[in-house]
């Protein structure tokens, strides 16, 4: 009785291991808080990639325009200035491989790849849809490499034409051969969302916590979470992209009738959503397990501000947001492919009207990736004035 007794009458002196429990209560608030500060990385990231992506259908096309006719107005008048600058043969270079990108895509027969497709077995989708993903980010992880080698080889005029025309053909092997990958890819997400039988879209979105086991037990430093954080950014803008080609392509086969939206949303919401969440759990537990403090996000988003910062200069050494690209691993060109060759093949504007529209339409993207370039750079500046002026900073 008096061990019954004592059980249910004695008390608990939570103070003297007070350390112990402010340490437990500071890594249970670092775990909560590390979503939130993820998110506006991510958020920033995002519209990184949106501008260095919009930028590949609207301001190139102009500069690429510009480049050419400097470059014939100088043949013609024998100036005797160089014929292009450097920055203007850049220009020239990743238009025409954008242009021959998106003509190979449109040999494809996207709608017998799509039956082909869609008469695999489940599980032959899914191994193929896990090969596609791995494909994709080897592939990326070259594409910065192999562009650059193109430009310095173009630009130096000590290199022989040989060399320049043999990293041509190279760089369009390449974006041909990722555009290829991202559009078998898109295909078998649109066929997981059509599909009656939801299990492919089922398996694929579990797909995603897989990548749990990878990499929450693992050990990381600062500079490794850096390089994941901006691999998520790209990843995500990837899907975001790859979503909004299946809606176009569903939209176009119900003759693009709006409601048929009502049955897309949702599954389009639910594969952006499992990529969220998967994002949240994992930085949460990494940051726990190796006792990273939420902030440092804030550190990689001033990293980025400063990338950001130094690519508008006008000599900077560099293109247009090739120090934000190389950060996160992410190659436009590709993937303007994708959508140029499904814009292509899913819209018409026949006649004056269509043509009207086309040209509204485009200075619409241009008006928009003017505003999103200042806001971003205003943005930058600040945060990074900002992070400078910290009296917290190192």
């Known amino acids: 009785m008096r061990y019954l007794f004592a059980e249910v009458s004695r008390g608990y002196l939570l103070e003297e291991n007070e350390q112990m429990y402010t340490e437990k209560q500071r890594r249970f608030h670092t775990f909560m808080k590390t979503p939130r500060e993820l998110e506006k990385l991510m958020v920033f990231g995002l519209f990184i990639c949106l501008d260095t992506f919009l930028f590949v259908f609207t301001l190139l096309p102009v500069r690429a325009c510009l480049a050419v006719l400097t470059c014939v107005y100088r043949l013609v008048t024998c100036c005797?200035?160089?014929?292009?600058?450097?920055?203007?043969?850049?220009d020239i270079i990743r238009a025409t491989i954008l242009v021959v990108g998106s003509v190979g895509l449109g040999y494809l027969d996207t709608s017998a790849l799509y039956h082909v497709i869609r008469g695999q077995s489940v599980i032959k989708l899914y191994v193929m849809y896990n090969m596609l993903e791995i494909f994709d980010r080897l592939l990326a992880s070259i594409g910065q490499?192999?562009?650059?080698?193109?430009?310095?080889?173009?630009?130096?005029?000590?290199?022989?034409?040989?060399?320049?025309?043999?990293?041509?053909?190279?760089?369009n092997i390449y974006v041909l051969t990722h555009s290829t990958v991202l559009l078998v890819e898109a295909v078998t997400l649109n066929v997981a969302i059509n599909s009656h039988n939801k299990a492919l879209l089922t398996i694929m979105i579990s797909n995603n916590f897989v990548e749990l086991k990878g990499s929450v037990f693992k050990k990381f430093e600062t500079d490794n979470l850096f390089q994941m954080s901006c691999s998520d950014i790209r990843e995500r803008f990837h899907y975001m992209v790859l979503m909004l080609v299946v809606s176009m392509r569903n939209l176009e086969q119900f003759n693009w009738d709006y409601s048929h939206l009502e049955t897309l949303v949702p599954h389009i919401v639910l594969v952006l959503c499992g990529e969220v969440v998967v994002d949240w759990i994992k930085h949460a537990f990494i940051t726990k397990f190796n006792d990273i403090t939420p902030?440092?996000?804030?550190?990689?988003?001033?990293?980025?501000?400063?990338?950001?910062?130094?690519?508008?200069?006008?000599?900077v050494h560099s293109e247009h947001s090739d120090l934000v690209s190389r950060r996160m691993g992410f190659t436009p060109l590709p993937l303007?492919?994708?959508?140029?060759?499904?814009?292509?093949?899913?819209?018409?504007?026949p006649g004056i009207s269509g043509k009207l529209f086309l040209v509204v339409g485009f200075l619409c993207l241009v008006t928009m990736k003017v505003l999103i370039g200042i806001c971003l750079l205003g943005h930058a500046c600040k945060y990074r004035q900002a992070t400078d002026t910290s009296p917290g900073r190192s």
């Open 295 to 315: 902030d440092i996000y804030q550190k990689y988003k001033a990293i980025l501000s400063r990338d950001l910062a130094v690519s508008r200069h006008r000599n």
């Open 145 to 171: 490499d192999t562009l650059d080698s193109l430009y310095w080889v173009a630009c130096d005029r000590n290199k022989s034409y040989f060399a320049a025309v043999f990293y041509f053909v190279i760089a």
């Open 80 to 90: 005797s200035q160089s014929v292009l600058e450097p920055s203007q043969k850049c």
């Open 336 to 349: 303007g492919c994708l959508v140029w060759q499904t814009v292509n093949q899913s819209l018409t504007f």
